[in-house]
């Protein structure tokens, strides 16, 4: 079991940047693939970003390759999403994510997403 609290949303404005944390409980967080999704209003939720058990590999959605970046520490159990360029259309929940594997999108467990709001 595999517990994930999202934290460090918020209002910016276009062009600011942001750093999104997720804090996993339990000593199986080096075990998972991790991951960022993002759901906006009225649409699907959205792979964004994926990494690698040991941090080796990462994998990006399209629309946010080379404006973000994931990285994990499994010392602290904590998987990050640093967020710059920050554009109105990455306005979303963002949520955390345990994967079943690295190249896949099944997810094992879900954190309860942090709100992100960009202006224009």
């Known amino acids: 079991q595999v517990q994930l609290v999202e934290s460090g949303g918020g209002l910016v404005q276009a062009g600011d940047s942001l750093r999104l944390s997720c804090a996993a409980s339990?000593?199986?967080?080096?075990?998972?693939?991790m991951g960022w999704f993002r759901q906006a209003p009225g649409l699907e939720r959205e792979f964004v970003a994926r990494?690698?058990?040991?941090?080796?590999?990462?994998d990006y959605a399209v629309s946010v390759k080379g404006r973000f970046t994931i990285s994990r520490d499994n010392a602290k159990n904590t998987v990050y999403l640093q967020m710059n360029s920050l554009k109105p259309e990455d306005t979303a929940v963002y949520y955390c994510?345990?994967?079943?594997?690295?190249?896949?999108?099944?997810?094992?467990?879900w954190g309860q997403g942090t709100q992100v709001t960009v202006s224009s």
């Open positions: 994510a345990a994967l079943r594997y690295y190249s896949s999108n099944i997810v094992d467990y």
């Open positions: 339990g000593r199986t967080f080096s075990s998972y693939a």
């Open positions: 990494i690698r058990r040991s941090g080796g590999s990462t």
